[in-house]
């Protein structure tokens, strides 16, 4: 947060995962949402958080918006149904089945509604007035649109209702502007909520339309020449184009973040430099990937812009690259990354060696695939109908040695999948409710006499036989949970679920072994234990038998990533003041709660 004159830094907030923050109406305070629907407020003046919210939904968001005010949450669930709630109560104040049309997913997002990879997908545009007042989403086939004051679902005028089938922006709380895709520079300009029509505005060629605070402009992109511009739509005049997204304007001053993570104030159109922010050492956000060797002794991480590998023990950054996707590290420490197309770049697997040569090992190209340590994981959709999460084949290949390992049809749905550290094993996972499920729980009668829909089916198998060595029933008790994600070593699974708890099984004996407290599970096998984040700077690790507290670590600020050494004695802790630590568990036995201050590495 910084402040406009002076213009230099104010405080900052420690919200690495935050979704898009904006101010209040007001502009006293700053609000934002994570992934995982936590709703934060902090008051500006104070400089401390005003409030705190968690949305519980059965079934998470594929798309979620946020109001300038931090009260009510817009969300388009997995069943692409419209929900809007109030933050304070989680009280569903309007709902829309089937807001969104499956036929319409082309084969490339449904492939990232495979992965999961994008927690905000863009679907359907939902946008609030900037007063707060009003919502209002639209779909090429349906529409909502919601008065809070009122507390109803409100009919508007057709000429609103046909913008709100394409691209849409309000432009203030007044006026609401629609992307005429065949002919920009003819878009209509409507007030609002009356639908009265305005001169058209004169827009440019793009597919993404957002307000600013004033009114004056509006933000448009992405363009040729850059992410996002800001276009008068009086003139159709653009006053200033970023080439990242990290932007704003307000009357004729630009701000804009430079690569070298100076924050600068220019002046529109004349491009002078009002005023210069040296942020200190960014902390990391929302990383797309970390990596680090076995031995600890090289580290990889990309955010959404840029990427770099460290050698750890001389505290030396070896490489500088463009943003990747995910990454692993071979066991003689070379790095392999998945780099996205970019320009005339491909996609590729690219190799990162300790002397700084970075060489092309495998072309992905238009492949539907995902890296995954050293594999890549090829999924080939339906050829009769590519838009149903049916049908697909996975195929894993391994991209050094240019050899498929195995080939795996799937009739029903595709499963979601969770790896043992080393890559030899996978975890696959489905809804019991499922097709799949079903299917599969007719080869276990032990599981199916007791299995829910609301419940999930988890299979551990064996990468390199292709054999099932062990299944998992996960009782939800009707939804008392929902599964964001898994992890697995061996024989044992950590399920991260809602509430921000970490809960344990046996695969052994399928049984609920622990309950805590955290998120972002680790866990190690040989060492027996697991580890979880929870609160600020705080990893608790606990025993995998019984999930007993064996010792508490604090760190000065929060956790970016953790890793168990192979034999579980060490775990490394990366914190998002780019801090890397290496700690001995067996040496603090018997120092239940640990402060750590010893010098990092």
């Known amino acids: 947060m910084l402040s ?8 900052f907030i420690e919200a690495p995962d935050a979704d898009k923050a904006s101010f209040s109406p007001d502009s006293k305070s700053v609000v934002f949402k994570t992934p995982s629907l936590r709703v934060e407020t902090w008051d500006i003046t104070g400089q401390k958080r005003a409030s705190v919210q968690e949305i519980v939904l059965r079934e998470g968001c594929l798309q979620s918006t946020l109001s300038p005010d931090g009260k009510y949450l817009a969300c388009l669930d997995k069943e692409f149904a419209l ?15 089937d807001f969104f049309q499956l036929r319409a997913v082309n084969i490339f997002l449904f492939f990232i509604l495979e992965l999961e990879g994008n927690s905000n997908l863009h679907l359907a545009r939902m946008t609030f007035s900037p007063d707060g007042r009003y919502f209002i989403a639209g779909t090429s086939t349906t529409e909502l649109a919601y008065d809070f004051p009122a507390s109803r679902e ?34 209509p300009l409507l007030k609002f909520p009356s639908g009265e029509h305005l001169p058209d505005a004169r827009l440019a060629y793009a597919s993404n339309l957002e307000p600013t605070a004033d009114g004056k402009y509006v933000v448009i992109g992405p363009l040729k020449s850059g992410k996002r511009g800001f276009v008068d739509p009086a003139t159709g005049r653009l006053n200033g184009i970023l080439k990242e997204n990290a932007g704003d304007i307000y009357g004729n001053t630009v701000v804009y973040e430079e690569l070298d993570g100076r924050i600068l104030l220019i002046e529109v159109p004349s491009a002078k430099i009002l005023a210069r922010a040296q942020l200190t050492q960014s902390h990391l956000g929302d990383n797309r990937t970390i990596a680090v060797s076995s031995d600890f002794n090289w580290l990889a991480a990309s955010t ?14 070896v490489q500088h690259v463009r943003a990747f996707t995910e990454g692993w590290f071979a066991d003689d420490d070379s790095f392999y ?37 050293p594999y890549l994981l090829v999924r080939t959709p339906s050829k009769d109908n590519p838009y149903q999460r049916k049908n697909w084949t996975y195929e894993l290949r391994d991209f050094r040695t240019k050899t498929t390992l195995w080939t795996l049809h799937f009739p029903q749905e ?12 996978v975890l696959l996972g489905w809804p019991v ?41 996960v009782k939800t008790n009707k939804y008392s949970f929902s599964v964001r994600s898994a992890k697995v070593d061996r024989d044992w699974v950590a399920l991260q679920v809602t509430g921000d708890r970490v809960i344990t099984y046996s695969l052994a004996s399928g049984k609920e072994v622990g309950h805590v407290f955290g998120h972002s599970p680790v866990i190690s096998s040989a060492g027996e234990v697991y580890a979880v984040s929870a609160g600020e700077g705080e990893v608790n690790v606990y025993g995998l038998g019984d999930s007993r507290l064996l010792r508490t670590y604090h760190f000065p600020v929060s956790i970016a990533y953790k890793k168990f050494s192979q034999d579980g004695k060490r775990l490394f802790v990366l914190t998002r003041d780019q801090t ?22």
């Open 580 to 601: 890397a630590y290496v700690l001995d568990l067996h040496s603090t036995q018997e120092q239940p709660s640990v402060t750590v201050k010893t010098s990092p590495q």
């Open 83 to 97: 929900q809007l709630l109030e933050v304070a109560t989680g009280k569903e104040l309007a709902r829309k089945k």
């Open 4 to 11: 406009r004159d002076p213009f230099q830094l104010l405080f």
């Open 154 to 187: 409100v009919k508007l005028p057709s000429s609103i209702r046909n913008v709100m089938h394409g691209e849409f922006t309000f432009v203030d709380s007044e006026r609401v502007l629609g992307l005429n895709s065949f002919n920009p520079a003819k878009s």
């Open 433 to 473: 409710s499922s097709a799949a499920a079903r299917e599969e729980l007719k080869h276990f009668p032990d599981l199916k006499s007791s299995a829910e829909k609301e419940d999930m089916l988890y299979e551990f198998v064996d990468v390199g036989t292709n054999s099932i060595l062990s299944k998992l029933l």
């Open 304 to 317: 959404q812009s840029r990427g770099a590998v460290w050698d750890i023990p001389h505290n030396a950054r």
């Open 337 to 373: 990354a998945d780099f996205p197309e970019k320009a005339k770049q491909e996609r590729a697997i690219v190799e990162l060696n300790r002397q700084g040569a970075a060489s092309p090992v495998f072309s992905i190209g238009d492949l539907l695939a995902s890296q995954e340590g």
């Open 414 to 425: 595709p499963p979601s999948l969770a790896w043992t550290p080393d890559y030899k094993e």
